[in-house]
């Protein structure tokens, strides 16, 4: 085997979601919705399973989805993307990660990153033979500056990977952010691959921002979306690659053996869902945002602290603001027993982990939530102890 695989645990979602599933905990680890999804979205897909055509589709994606994603894009946040020469469709965001690293990075080739950091970055990076650059962010703001990129940054800098809302910290990037990190990208010719994946899961009236608002970043960047995402349907894999045409066309080489295409009736089901009207992801957005409220009331009630959560389907525990000592793997080992899987956010760290935040996943029903204060509730003075 690979050294590289062979070295790799197996990821603490699937660790916890197994022993959350052998011993009945309620699973706040893994971030799936158990409901919120769309039932049009389902018919639209199941039917294009029953009558349409179900041989290879296209392999930058159905012309129906990539004009859907462009036009989605437009109406919402004031892009303009070509459907045909600047959006390629992946097998979920995941798979769209691993081709715009492939078709990137060139061993040797640095990359900065910034941690805490979703689990395939540091992977696929290293898969790619590129040099990881760490950057370090830490509650409760998890924001970077100047000094920390002129830290990172170096001749040999030639991608940047970004994620913004940021799982696992629930934080956004301003656009006065993109703009500083647009200035080092430029200085450095380095390319900004942005992980958008929760662009439309933001709250208190938020509104994304793109980096491909940010002018200086529109030709030298890569977005990523995700279908499941957006309509909390996780298990699809649907995802996107938008970047200017000479990118588009470098990522396109890498997608093409990867996994060359995406089934097409779940692509049909995206293009009809992202045509959806703005009321419909305003309530989506206030639906998860009640989640959040219900979760954080209920848990700051019971004596914990917790951090904010501006996007996403998470929300963080401080633990020691919470009067708890240990570190985040202790106590999420603990709440296992205690019936609630969670994670410790220091997994999500190359290096030097903050090791006193615990992410808890809200996109819940609310009694699977309730059921969650009341459990963590009497746990807590045993953690403090
Ligand atoms: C930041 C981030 N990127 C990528 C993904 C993977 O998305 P997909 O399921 O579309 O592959 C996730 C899923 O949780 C995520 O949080």
Same mark, same amino acid.
């Given at each position: 085997?690979?050294?590289?695989?062979?070295?790799?645990?197996?990821?603490?979602?699937?660790?916890?979601?197994?022993?959350?599933?052998? !011993?009945?905990?309620?699973?706040?680890?893994?971030?799936? *919705?158990?409901?919120?999804?769309?039932?049009?979205?389902?018919?639209?897909?199941?039917?294009?399973?029953?009558?349409?055509?179900?041989?290879?589709? *296209?392999?930058?994606?159905?012309?129906?989805?990539?004009?859907?994603?462009?036009?989605?894009?437009?109406? $919402?946040?004031?892009?303009?993307?070509?459907?045909?020469?600047?959006?390629?469709?992946?097998?979920?965001?995941?798979?769209?990660?691993?081709?715009?690293?492939?078709?990137?990075?060139? %061993?040797?080739?640095?990359? +900065?990153?910034?941690?805490?950091?979703?689990?395939?970055?540091?992977?696929? @990076?290293?898969?790619?033979?590129?040099?990881?650059?760490?950057?370090?962010?830490?509650? %409760? $703001?998890?924001?970077?500056?100047? /000094?920390?990129?002129?830290?990172?940054?170096?001749?040999?800098?030639?991608? +940047?990977?970004?994620?913004?809302?940021?799982?696992?910290?629930?934080?956004?990037?301003?656009?006065?952010?993109?703009?500083?990190?647009?200035?080092?990208?430029?200085? $450095?010719?380095? +390319? @900004?691959?942005?992980?958008?994946?929760?662009?439309?899961?933001?709250?208190?009236?938020? =509104? $994304?921002?793109?980096?491909?608002?940010?002018?200086?970043?529109?030709?030298?960047?890569?977005?990523?979306?995700?279908?499941?995402?957006?309509?909390?349907?996780?298990?699809?894999?649907?995802?996107?690659?938008?970047?200017?045409?000479?990118?588009?066309?470098?990522?396109?080489?890498? &997608?093409?053996?990867? !996994?060359?295409? !995406?089934?097409?009736?779940?692509?049909?089901?995206?293009? &009809?869902?992202?045509?959806?009207?703005?009321?419909?992801?305003?309530?989506?957005?206030?639906?998860?945002?009640?989640?959040?409220?219900?979760?954080?009331?209920?848990?700051? =009630?019971?004596?914990?602290?917790?951090?904010?959560?501006?996007?996403?389907?998470?929300?963080?525990?401080?633990?020691?603001?919470?009067?708890?000592? &240990?570190?985040? @793997?202790?106590? /999420?080992?603990?709440?296992?027993?205690?019936?609630?899987?969670?994670?410790?956010?220091? +997994?999500?760290?190359?290096?030097?982990?903050?090791?006193? !935040?615990?992410?808890?996943?809200?996109?819940?029903?609310? /009694? @699977?939530?309730?059921?969650?204060?009341?459990?963590?509730?009497?746990?807590?003075?045993?953690?403090?102890?």
């Amino acid at each position: 085997m690979n050294p590289l695989y062979a070295a790799l645990p197996t990821t603490i979602f699937e660790t916890m979601s197994a022993r959350a599933r052998a !011993t009945g905990a309620i699973n706040l680890g893994q971030g799936f *919705p158990d409901s919120g999804w769309p039932q049009d979205v389902l018919a639209v897909a199941a039917d294009a399973l029953l009558t349409g055509n179900n041989q290879y589709p *296209p392999m930058p994606g159905l012309p129906e989805l990539r004009r859907a994603i462009a036009d989605h894009y437009q109406a $919402h946040q004031g892009v303009t993307l070509d459907w045909q020469s600047e959006v390629t469709v992946t097998s979920g965001a995941t798979e769209a990660l691993a081709a715009a690293i492939f078709a990137l990075v060139t %061993p040797g080739d640095e990359v +900065v990153l910034f941690q805490p950091l979703y689990d395939a970055y540091l992977p696929l @990076v290293r898969r790619a033979g590129g040099i990881p650059k760490l950057v370090r962010l830490a509650p %409760p $703001h998890w924001q970077f500056d100047a /000094a920390m990129l002129a830290a990172a940054f170096s001749p040999r800098t030639r991608l +940047v990977i970004i994620n913004n809302p940021l799982n696992p910290s629930a934080s956004t990037f301003d656009r006065a952010s993109l703009e500083l990190l647009a200035g080092f990208a430029e200085r $450095h010719d380095a +390319v @900004v691959l942005s992980d958008e994946v929760w662009e439309q899961v933001v709250f208190d009236g938020r =509104t $994304h921002t793109s980096v491909l608002t940010v002018p200086a970043l529109r030709d030298r960047s890569v977005k990523i979306g995700s279908g499941g995402k957006i309509f909390a349907l996780t298990g699809w894999k649907i995802g996107w690659l938008c970047a200017a045409p000479p990118l588009t066309r470098a990522l396109a080489r890498s &997608h093409q053996f990867l !996994t060359f295409t !995406t089934p097409p009736n779940l692509q049909a089901g995206i293009a &009809h869902g992202l045509g959806k009207d703005a009321g419909w992801f305003t309530a989506m957005r206030s639906g998860f945002q009640r989640s959040r409220d219900r979760l954080v009331a209920g848990l700051t =009630t019971a004596g914990f602290t917790m951090l904010p959560a501006a996007g996403t389907y998470f929300v963080s525990i401080d633990l020691a603001a919470s009067g708890i000592m &240990h570190d985040d @793997v202790t106590v /999420a080992d603990r709440l296992i027993d205690a019936g609630v899987a969670t994670i410790p956010v220091s +997994v999500f760290y190359g290096e030097d982990p903050v090791t006193s !935040t615990l992410r808890l996943c809200f996109a819940k029903q609310d /009694a @699977v939530i309730d059921a969650a204060i009341e459990r963590l509730a009497a746990a807590l003075p045993g953690l403090r102890g």
